[in-house]
């Protein structure tokens, strides 16, 4: 069975620049999570999705970053106007548990941002 | 704030010992804890959780400890071996007040595990 997928797995870009980064669930999972990995850091939690529930933003760092889930499967994490601070792995998770309690959480290989 | 913490950011190891991994906790309303093991260039894979009902969970050379009084726990490795040499993370979650089941994460523990 597909686990959770990420592209691209690498990414470079120039200061400025706006990126996407995509993210595909496990097939059925209702809970989708952003998180990043800057250097030498913990997870940092970025954005839920659960169903047709409205997401919990809590977590982007400026209005620069934005995400959205269609048809309650993929999901777009976009940075606009990306700074070098913004480099960092962007990691994607999904659990067939959100707000029903336990639930692990699955993650994908990832996405290297650098930016220049 | 630092809410979930591993103080120990390295451990090393011989094959064949048992590997402990400590994490302590600020938040009393965590209510579910997880460990995953991450490998260079790859995701975190998800290895064992507990809930805050429990203070013990097995799963083959993996147990998880929870002390709720001391708001900490362990992950023991017995035996380890060289394939478990890698970052561990440490996780939890509250879901009576977030509701969203997201994960804090502490700073991860390089364990290396010598042959």
């Known amino acids: 069975g597909a686990g959770v997928s990420q592209s691209p797995s690498n990414k470079v870009t120039e200061k400025g620049k706006d990126v996407e980064l995509r993210c595909d669930p496990i097939?059925?999972?209702?809970?989708l999570y952003w998180y990043r990995q800057s250097l030498g850091q913990g997870l940092e939690f970025l954005i839920y999705?659960?169903?047709?529930?409205?997401?919990?933003k809590s977590g982007l760092p400026s209005d620069r970053f934005s995400a959205e889930r269609t048809g309650g499967s993929v999901s777009t994490l976009t940075i606009q106007r990306t700074q070098q601070e913004d480099s960092a792995v962007y990691l994607c998770?999904?659990?067939?548990?959100?707000?029903?309690?336990?639930?692990?959480?699955?993650f994908g290989p990832g996405t290297r941002l650098l930016v220049l | 704030d630092q809410q979930v913490k591993q103080n120990s950011p390295s451990l090393s190891v011989q094959e064949g010992r048992i590997s402990i991994l400590n994490c302590d906790y600020t938040?009393?309303?965590?209510?579910?804890f997880l460990w995953y093991k991450k490998y260079p260039a790859e995701g975190p894979t998800f290895l064992i959780s507990?809930?805050?009902?429990?203070d013990k969970n097995e799963d083959g050379r993996f147990t998880v400890f929870l002390n709720k009084s001391a708001k900490h726990l362990s992950l023991h490795i017995v035996p380890s071996q060289p394939g478990d040499s890698a970052v561990y993370f440490c996780?939890?979650?509250?879901?009576?007040?977030?509701?969203?089941?997201?994960?804090?994460f502490g700073q991860g523990t390089t364990l290396q595990v010598k042959p």
């Open positions: 996780a939890a979650s509250d879901h009576g007040s977030s509701n969203t089941g997201k994960l804090i």
């Open positions: 999705f659960q169903g047709n529930s409205a997401p919990d």
């Open positions: 097939s059925g999972h209702t809970a």
């Open positions: 938040n009393s309303m965590f209510d579910y």
């Open positions: 998770a999904s659990s067939s548990q959100g707000t029903s309690g336990g639930g692990a959480q699955y």
């Open positions: 507990i809930s805050s009902i429990k």
